[in-house]
């Protein structure tokens, strides 16, 4: 099958990461895929194994191919000012699929909405809110966890015998000062000696790292994400009331790793973690609560972490992607 990607490479993410992963899955299944950046490509973009690198899409929209797939990240805002060229790269496509991932953007314009086949989405409150909108769609769609290779997670040997939290993320947006300043403060009352590993954390943090040798702020990409994990045996994700994060695919490696979650009760978090395999929390005061928990059981780090691997394993196949993609050519 002829397979065409339209997607972001010009940035280092999350959608980045499971874009090209998902690209080079399908060229090893023996697929002809190609990739038509939305802009440039990034030096440090992981380009894809067996993929044919083209023109960016809007300089060569008219590529025959069975399947499109737009992966979108943010370039879901700008459907509306390269109309033309979609036009007709989805006019040159068999079937059109679009990952929203990130925003609804345009995507939910007829012109657009209307030629899609099927359309993915990370949880189920983004399917809703397309669904809601969406003119003229008559195609399927689909909630699934991020694409992530869990078998470098899988590997990992948590040590359950302490408390240790750990996070890694994008820094811009993702953390609130003062509630994680708070937040960390009542944790080492709570659990005295405990230590913090943050990857790519932010610069508020650092005064509390001088005092306190017990937290480590590492540079993004520092460590291997895998190895960076190993250090943790409780992972938490407090985010700005604000922002939504679809996926996380933060969520789906510490889980696959064995590491409990402590998450915000909404997006995508919600429809990862389960009260089995970690603790989903409304307020600051359900964060501190559950550390106590922890504390007066630590056992239940085991328990639950088992159980998030297990839910990792069962649930989590980034294989389901492919078979969605595929499926969408049947």
Known sequence: MRIRFICNAHAIGGGEFSSS??????????HEVMLSPC?????????????????????????????LVFYANDHAYKLEQNKDAWLQAMD?????????????????????ASRLAKVMFLNSTKEREFLDKAKGFRG??????PPVDLKPFLEIQTDYSKITFVRHSRIYGKYNRDETIQL?????????????????????????????????LLRWSEEPVPQFLS?????????????????????????????????????????RVTPETGWLCNSLEDYIATV???????????????????????????????????????
């Open 21 to 30: 992963h998902l690209m080079s899955e399908l060229a090893r299944q023996g």
């Open 39 to 67: 802009a440039g490509i990034n030096q440090k973009y992981p380009k894809p194994e067996g993929t044919e690198i083209r023109a960016a899409y809007a300089q060569e929209p008219v590529v025959a191919c069975d399947l």
């Open 92 to 112: 040159s496509a068999e079937r059109t699929t679009a990952v929203l991932n990130f925003v609804v953007g345009n995507a939910t314009t007829e012109w657009f």
């Open 140 to 145: 399927s769609t689909i909630a699934l966890p």
């Open 184 to 216: 960390i403060s009542e944790f080492e009352k709570i659990v005295p000696g405990a230590e913090f590993w943050f990857m790519a954390g932010p610069d508020f943090l650092r005064p509390m790292v001088q005092a306190n040798p017990r937290i480590h």
């Open 231 to 271: 250090h943790g045996s409780v992972f938490w994700y407090r985010l700005p009331a604000a922002l939504r994060d679809q996926g996380p695919r933060v969520i789906v490696e510490a889980m696959a790793a064995g590491i409990p979650c402590i998450v915000d009760d909404r997006d995508g978090a919600k429809d």
């Open 292 to 330: 106590r928990e922890i504390a007066a059981n630590p056992s239940v780090l085991r328990s639950k972490g088992e159980a998030a691997r297990q839910r990792a394993i069962t649930h989590f196949r980034p294989e389901r992607w492919t078979e969605a993609l595929l499926s969408a050519c049947k």
